[in-house]
């Protein structure tokens, strides 16, 4: 079964609320990755949070990791309809692997 | 889109044709991937390449043949598909550095397999 998890499967805000998506995973991680895409595109690099870190910042990201609970939190702040797309978390899974695995994501509709 | 390039990036075939996916990264990474992703289905690892060596094969049927001639080029060769194999093949490359990497995707190749 899939590594990843995503909650919840779609998500739809006006332009300026957050977004908060979240990722559950099963086995022990050497990481976790978030990915956007867009409609028909591939996928772009987010964020990485190590396993030893509990949370991390980029622009209007935000990323927690519970290695306890075996979970992550994507928040999105201020969003706008540029965020409109898909978002994936990713993980490893493996202790000295080369292969990501993805969950299904969580499709974001950002309205103005 | 200068990162890892695919082409073409849309493909109608038959189920009789064979035809080739290319990939071509300009990351001078050491790690390639081809991916599938269906509607409704997670992204699905389908083949891992290495430096340049198959090290990873996820059970996919023989009528998709991988090829990696050198650390940049990344083929998927294929034949009689079905149906079911349209799809969205997304490639990647990553440069493995102690388990601790990212990937860098290409557009991907929209195949409809009539």
């Known amino acids: 079964s899939q590594q990843g998890e995503e909650d919840p499967q779609a998500l739809s805000i006006q332009e300026g609320e957050n977004a908060t998506m979240n990722c559950s995973y099963k086995t022990s991680i050497n990481n976790l990755q978030w990915y956007r895409q867009n409609s028909g595109r591939g996928l772009v690099h987010l964020i990485l949070i190590r396993s030893n870190e509990r949370e991390k910042h980029s622009g209007r990201l935000r990323v927690t990791l519970d290695t306890s609970k075996k979970s992550s939190s994507l928040l999105i702040t201020a969003s706008r309809a540029a965020d409109t797309a898909s978002y994936f978390c990713a993980t490893d899974a493996r202790q000295a692997g080369t292969a990501l695995i993805f969950g299904k994501g969580t499709t974001l509709s950002v309205s103005s | 889109e200068t990162g890892v390039t695919q082409t073409p990036r849309h493909l109608v075939m038959g189920m009789t044709n064979k035809k080739s996916l290319k990939c071509e990264q300009h990351l001078g990474h050491n790690a390639m991937y081809w991916y599938k992703q269906s509607a409704k289905k997670p992204l699905e690892l389908m083949f891992v390449?290495?430096?340049?060596?198959?090290?990873e094969n996820n059970s996919v049927p023989s009528r998709f043949s991988p090829e990696c001639p050198n650390s940049s080029h990344l083929f998927l060769h294929l034949h009689t598909l079905q149906p079911e194999d349209s799809a969205l093949y997304l490639c990647?490359?990553?440069?493995?550095?102690?388990?601790?990497?990212?990937?860098?995707f290409g557009p991907g190749t929209r195949l409809t397999v009539l």
């Open positions: 390449y290495s430096l340049e060596e198959r090290v």
């Open positions: 990647a490359s990553s440069q493995v550095l102690s388990g601790v990497y990212e990937q860098f």
